[in-house]
C-alpha cells in the first residue's frame, strides 16, 4: 500500500529508541525525508545512521530536552532553517512513573506533568507555523497511553497526564483545522521498549525473581497474552500521519493488544 507521504518531510521527537525509533524507521522507509529529536547527542547520531541505512536517505538531528524550554526555542530556530515545510510532525516522548497517590509529592506531579503533557505542547507550538505550510495539509500524532483508558493500578501521575493528552488531541484537532491539520493520538498499550525492560529489571531484582517472569506476570491480563513490539505501535502512528488516514482527526487510537476494554 503507497501511504503516499513519499519526499514529505517528518519531524519525530523522542525518536533515538523504542517507539519514536521505529516510527521514524517506518516513515523512511515510506520515502519520507525524516528530522528526529531526542535528549543524548550520541544516541541521536546513532539512531540517525542506523535510518539512513533503513530508508536510504539523509536523516538530520538536533538534541534538545523537551522539558526545557530554552531547548525547545533553539529546535525550533533549527527547524526554520532545516525545514521551511514541516508535513507530519510525531511527539513520542513521554511515559509512567509506577507510584501510589500517597507517595507523590508536588514536584513528583509537576515533573511527570512537564514530561508527558507540558513537553507535546512546546514540540506542537514548536512545529505549528512550519505544518501550516504543509502542501498536502500537516498531521500531528502524538503518543498517548492505554492508561488513559483504563487507568493503571500505581500509575496515577501518567494515567491522569495522558489522559490530558486525548483531551489536547481532540481540542487542536478542531482548532487546527483552519490550517488543514490532522492531529491524531496512538495509544499504546504494554510494549517492549527501555522504558518496560528497565522496569521490569528493576521490579525483579526488587522480587528476587527473572525479569523475564515480570514481563509473563504483567503480560496475564492483556487478551493477546503478550507485549506489543515497539514496530505494531508505529505502524498505526504512520498510518495516521498518511493520507490514507484523510478523513481521521481528533482521535485517540488503542493499539494495546485489547487491554483497556471501555465501551466509550
Ligand atoms: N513502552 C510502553 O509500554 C508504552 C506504553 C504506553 C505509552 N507509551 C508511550 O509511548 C511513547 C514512547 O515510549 P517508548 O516506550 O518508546 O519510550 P522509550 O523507549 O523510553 O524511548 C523514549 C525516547 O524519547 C527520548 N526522550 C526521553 N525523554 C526525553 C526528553 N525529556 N526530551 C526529549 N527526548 C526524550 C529518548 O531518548 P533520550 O533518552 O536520549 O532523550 C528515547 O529516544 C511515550 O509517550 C510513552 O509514554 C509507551
Redesign the pocket.
Known amino acids: 500500500m503507497d501511504l503516499g507521504i513519499k519526499g514529505e518531510t517528518a519531524l519525530v521527537?523522542?525518536?533515538?529508541?523504542?517507539?519514536?525509533?521505529?516510527s521514524a524507521k517506518a516513515l523512511a522507509e515510506e520515502g519520507a525525508e525524516v528530522l528526529?529529536?531526542?535528549?543524548?547527542?550520541e544516541?541521536?547520531k546513532q539512531?540517525a545512521e542506523r535510518l539512513e541505512q533503513a530508508g536510504g536517505c539523509k536523516v538530520r538531528s538536533f538534541?534538545?530536552?523537551?522539558?526545557?524550554a530554552e531547548?525547545i526555542e533553539q529546535l525550533m530556530r533549527w527547524l526554520e532553517n532545516e525545514a521551511p515545510q514541516l508535513d507530519v510532525l510525531v511527539?513520542?516522548?513521554?511515559?509512567?512513573r509506577r507510584a501510589a497517590f500517597e507517595e507523590l509529592d508536588d514536584a513528583a506531579w509537576l515533573a511527570n506533568y512537564e514530561?508527558?503533557l507540558l513537553?507535546?505542547v512546546r514540540v506542537v507550538r514548536a512545529a505549528l507555523e512550519l505544518l501550516k505550510h504543509s502542501r498536502a495539509g500537516g498531521r500531528i500524532v502524538?503518543?498517548?497511553?492505554?492508561?488513559a483508558r483504563m487507568p493503571y493500578e500505581n500509575q496515577v501521575v501518567?494515567n491522569v497526564h495522558?489522559a490530558g493528552l486525548i483531551a489536547l488531541v481532540k481540542t487542536l484537532g478542531a482548532e487546527f483545522q483552519k490550517y488543514n491539520i490532522r492531529v491524531n493520538s496512538?495509544?499504546?498499550?504494554?510494549?517492549?521498549?527501555?522504558?518496560?525492560t528497565?522496569r521490569a529489571a528493576r521490579l525483579a531484582e526488587e522480587r528476587g525473581v527473572g525479569a523475564e517472569d515480570i514481563i509473563k506476570e504483567f503480560s496475564h491480563e492483556i487478551p493477546m497474552k503478550r507485549?506489543?513490539r515497539?514496530e505494531e505501535?508505529a505502524a498505526m502512528v504512520v498510518f495516521l500521519a498518511s493520507h490514507k488516514a484523510s478523513y481521521v482527526t481528533c482521535q485517540s487510537i488503542l493499539v494495546?493488544g485489547g487491554i483497556a476494554r471501555g465501551l466509550i
Open positions: 521527537v523522542g525518536a533515538s529508541e523504542g517507539i519514536g525509533y521505529e528526529i529529536c531526542s535528549r543524548n547527542p544516541k541521536l539512531a538534541a534538545a530536552d523537551v522539558t526545557r531547548d511527539s513520542a516522548v513521554g511515559g509512567s514530561f508527558n513537553g507535546t502524538i503518543l498517548g497511553a492505554a492508561g501518567s495522558k496512538v495509544s499504546p498499550g504494554r510494549t517492549l521498549t527501555s522504558l518496560w528497565t507485549f506489543g515497539p505501535i494495546d
